[in-house]
């Protein structure tokens, strides 16, 4: 005898069938359909995202643009400070070699004035010192030598000439010292003297000369460096000798 219709239980299967329907009628439902379209960005909404990026774009380029050309502008001066002060420290570190041991022995003068005779054969007071270990800056037709003996002159048209040669050389007192020509654009040097009884500085374009007649070293040398119009004047403290080892 079968079952009665209205005592059957549903299998599987229906719950399977009655699930999909439920989920599809929520899909379909206006809340559903409320919250999947406010997920969503509209048409509009990408064109004004789109218009702000163009625009946030263009003025990034604008001003990366600008800063170019004015930093292109000053790329002359820029250089050209930066010029002066590698040379500043240049001399500056090979003055200071000079003044320490070794070169700078007990009632030594490591930077004085001394008669210089360059390749062009008159000779001039120049400001002289030693270097005892030489220098990277000197281009040697052979090997390196030590105990370096250099000058400084500053030429019209030629700029800031350092003279060196060695005194291991065969001919040191009778040739005429190597010139480098440390840079174009150093137009004069003048010497700065300190006067204790009166307690102030004074310029000179000659060395000052002592009771004798004999011509004083300065405390300070002024180099000034010429580019067209534009000029720069660097300060260097000629240092004093040193008797022992430098402080660490």
């Given at each position: 005898?079968?079952p009665?219709?209205?005592?059957?239980?549903?299998?599987?299967?229906?719950?399977?069938?009655?699930?999909?329907?439920?989920?599809?009628?929520?899909?379909?439902?206006?809340?559903?359909?409320?919250?999947?379209?406010r997920?969503?960005f509209?048409?509009?909404?990408i064109?004004?995202?789109?218009?702000?990026?163009?625009?946030?774009?263009v003025?990034?380029n604008?001003?990366?643009?600008?800063?170019?050309?004015?930093?292109?502008?000053?790329?002359?001066?820029?250089?050209?400070?930066?010029?002066?002060?590698?040379?500043?420290?240049?001399?500056e570190?090979?003055?200071?070699?000079?003044?320490?041991?070794p070169?700078?022995?007990?009632?030594?003068?490591?930077?004085?004035?001394?008669?210089?005779?360059p390749?062009?054969?008159?000779s001039?007071?120049l400001?002289?010192?030693?270097?005892p270990?030489g220098?990277?800056?000197?281009?040697?037709?052979?090997?390196?030598?030590?105990?370096?003996?250099?000058?400084?002159?500053?030429r019209?048209?030629?700029?800031?000439?350092?003279?060196?040669?060695?005194?291991?050389e065969?001919?040191?007192?009778t040739?005429?010292?190597?010139?480098?020509?440390?840079?174009?654009?150093?137009?004069?040097?003048?010497?700065?003297?300190y006067?204790?009884?009166?307690?102030?500085?004074?310029?000179?374009?000659?060395?000052?000369?002592?009771?004798?007649?004999?011509p004083m070293?300065?405390?300070?040398?002024?180099?000034?460096?010429t580019y067209?119009?534009?000029?720069?004047e660097?300060?260097?403290?000629?240092?004093?000798?040193?008797?022992?080892?430098?402080?660490?």
């Open positions: 005898m079968r009665k219709s209205g005592n059957r239980k549903p299998d599987s299967s229906n719950r399977s069938l009655l699930d999909n329907a439920r989920r599809l009628s929520a899909f379909r439902s206006p809340v559903f359909g409320l919250r999947n379209s997920a969503a509209t048409l509009l909404e064109l004004v995202a789109l218009a702000l990026v163009s625009l946030v774009l003025s990034l604008t001003f990366v643009f600008s800063m170019a050309e004015l930093w292109g502008r000053n790329t002359d001066v820029r250089l050209f400070e930066q010029h002066a002060r590698a040379v500043t420290r240049f001399l570190h090979e003055l200071h070699a000079a003044a320490l041991p070169a700078a022995g007990p009632n030594s003068t490591p930077i004085g004035i001394e008669e210089v005779r390749q062009n054969g008159g001039e007071k400001l002289t010192f030693e270097l270990g220098s990277r800056f000197f281009n040697w037709p052979d090997r390196p030598l030590p105990e370096v003996v250099c000058s400084l002159q500053v019209r048209d030629e700029g800031l000439v350092l003279l060196w040669h060695s005194r291991l065969k001919n040191f007192d040739d005429p010292p190597r010139e480098s020509v440390v840079t174009p654009l150093v137009t004069t040097m003048a010497y700065d003297y006067d204790a009884d009166s307690n102030r500085w004074s310029t000179e374009t000659l060395f000052k000369t002592d009771p004798q007649g004999q070293p300065p405390q300070r040398i002024r180099l000034t460096f067209g119009k534009r000029t720069q660097t300060v260097i403290t000629l240092p004093a000798p040193q008797q022992g080892l430098p402080a660490f």
